[in-house]
């Protein structure tokens, strides 16, 4: 069983930055595709980013590309999400999800979902 907490959610003006963190414990966190999904107020959760097992490979939602970015450190346990030039439609509760097959993982259905953080952009 892994348990992912997430952290660095907060209250941002539009054009700052926030960088988003999810430790993981109770399993082999390098063995795990890991990703960032969002929920904004009344719309569904969608996919914003994901990783590879080593961090070789990453991948965007396209109105996120440019702007975030995924990283993780094995050595801790810790995937980021580095969000620069915030927008107010950035605004949603942000989940962390680790899945050891990377299609079920990026269609939203991951092995385990962490709890989520807020991201409030104001305009």
């Known amino acids: 069983q892994v348990q992912l907490v997430e952290s660095g959610g907060g209250l941002v003006q539009a054009g700052g930055s926030l960088r988003l963190s999810c430790a993981a414990s109770g399993g082999s966190f390098s063995s795990y595709y890991m990703a960032w999904f969002r929920q904004a107020p009344g719309k569904d959760r969608e996919f914003a980013a994901s990783?590879?097992?080593?961090?070789?490979?990453?991948y965007y939602k396209d109105s996120v590309k440019g702007r975030f970015t995924i990283s993780r450190d094995n050595a801790k346990n810790t995937v980021y999400l580095q969000m620069n030039s915030l927008k107010p439609e950035d605004t949603a509760v942000y989940y962390c999800?680790?899945?050891?097959?990377?299609?079920?993982?990026?269609?939203?259905?991951?092995?385990?979902w962490g709890q989520g953080t807020q991201v409030t952009v104001s305009s």
């Open positions: 999800a680790a899945g050891r097959d990377y299609i079920l993982l990026t269609s939203g259905y991951p092995d385990y």
């Open positions: 990783i590879s097992f080593r961090g070789y490979s990453t």
